[in-house]
Structure formats: C-alpha cells, structure tokens
C-alpha cells in the first residue's frame, strides 16, 4: 500500500539538543510538506519541496531545517533555535504539475520537552 | 486575504442529528475548496472537495454546500454518528499558486453524542 511513514510516532528533546522526525513516502509525489499542530491552531506550513535539492520556507521556517536529497524523503531537523518546539508535526506529500491535487498525510510525530 | 476563517471551533450534536460547520474567505482566487478530517493520533485525510463552479456537492452522508457570492462555504454531515466525532478542517487553494499551497482553517472539533 502506498502512503506516507513518519517516524518516530514519540520523540522528546533536551535543552539544547537537535531532533530529526523522519517522513519518507512511496507515493511518488514530487511535492512533500511539513506541517505544525497545535491546539485550536490548525496546521501551520514549516517548508515544503516540489523537487529534489529544492525547498522553501514556509509561514513558521524559523528553528527548522530540512533536506531533500531523495524523492521519497524529507527530514525535519528541530533545532535547538526553536523555543517552544512540544507540537504534533505532521508531514505531507502530492502531486505537482496538476492544479488543487489533495495532500495526503502521515499519522505524526508528537515531539515534547524533557 | 489569505486566511479561512473556520467556525465553530468546538461542536457537540446528537446521534442521527445534523452536524453543520462554517468556512469562510476573501481571496476570490480561491477554486479548490477540500475538507479534511482528523482522528486523534493521526493525520488529517481528505474528506470531500469542491470547486466554485458547483454549488453542492454530496457524498454519502457527507455534503459541501458552496455560495461564491458570500465567499462561504460549509460542510454538512447528515444523520451524524459516534464514529463521525473528530476534528474537521477546511481549506482552499489557488490553481495559479505554483506552490500548490493549501490555506488552512482553524479546525471544528466534533463530538456526536450516543
């Protein structure tokens, strides 16, 4: 079955230290997204990718990075620049090259502060 | 310009009752208007999508009633039931966004009492 893997499903950071979520799809979509959840927040676009080596940031980049050296993976880093990091994040993928394809997504990662 | 304004953002209705829930936009650029839904623990999943140029859309129980003048939009959910109770998020897109971003609402929180 085709679909998206985040990994892990739970993560906790220390003070100062940078974490990795990883979200790798078999979709073959050209387009991968990370997305922030907080309560009563909704989603909120980190960066996203429509090909490979290319990214952008999107509304809330500051304190994230990512890489895109494959087709079928996008990692976000969560550095330690980022204060207030305890969300549940989400990773998407789709289509490009066809207007309004839906987006189709992981199950998460809830990451919290030790 | 660019928001969706999502309301409620809580909703509790009875079992076999109607759920009704509001979006709202300016950006008349808008043409591509998917209801995702949410259960706890995992990511969101396209529910049901329309286009400005219809002003229905039903499948099974679940149907988007769409008014491009009062740039509205609402998804209805007929004879509701336990397993409906999740968290329901509208968006919309442009097809001229070349970066295929979606505009998220705030997400409606459901719960359908047995």
């Known amino acids: 079955d085709g679909g998206i893997t985040q990994s892990p499903k739970y993560l906790f950071r220390k003070e100062g230290q940078n974490v990795t979520l990883s979200c790798e799809q078999n979709?073959?979509?050209?387009?991968m997204y990370w997305y922030r959840q907080d309560p009563g927040q909704g989603l909120r676009l980190i960066y996203y990718s429509q090909i490979v080596n290319d990214f952008q940031k999107g509304d809330i980049a500051e304190g994230y990075s990512v890489s895109r050296e494959k087709k079928e993976s996008f990692p976000l880093t969560v550095t330690s620049a980022q204060k207030n990091p305890t969300a549940f994040y989400l990773c998407?993928?789709?289509?490009?090259?066809?207007?309004?394809?839906?987006?189709?997504f992981g199950d998460g990662t809830r990451l919290s502060i030790l | 310009q660019q928001q969706v304004k999502q309301s409620p953002q809580s909703l509790i209705v009875q079992k076999g009752g109607i759920s009704i829930i509001n979006c709202a936009y300016e950006n008349t650029a808008f043409d591509y208007f998917p209801w995702y839904q949410q259960f706890p623990g995992k990511g969101p999943a396209l529910l049901i999508a329309i286009r400005p140029d219809v002003s229905e859309k039903k499948e099974g129980r679940f149907t988007i009633s769409f008014n491009k003048s009062a740039k509205q939009f609402s998804l209805h959910i007929m004879d509701s039931q336990p397993g409906d109770s999740a968290t329901y998020f509208c968006a919309a897109s442009m097809s001229m966004d070349s970066n295929y971003q979606l505009i998220w609402g705030a997400g409606t929180k459901l719960i359908i009492k047995p």
């Open positions: 998407a993928s789709s289509i490009v090259g066809k207007s309004n394809q839906p987006q189709h």
């Open positions: 979709l073959n979509h050209d387009a």
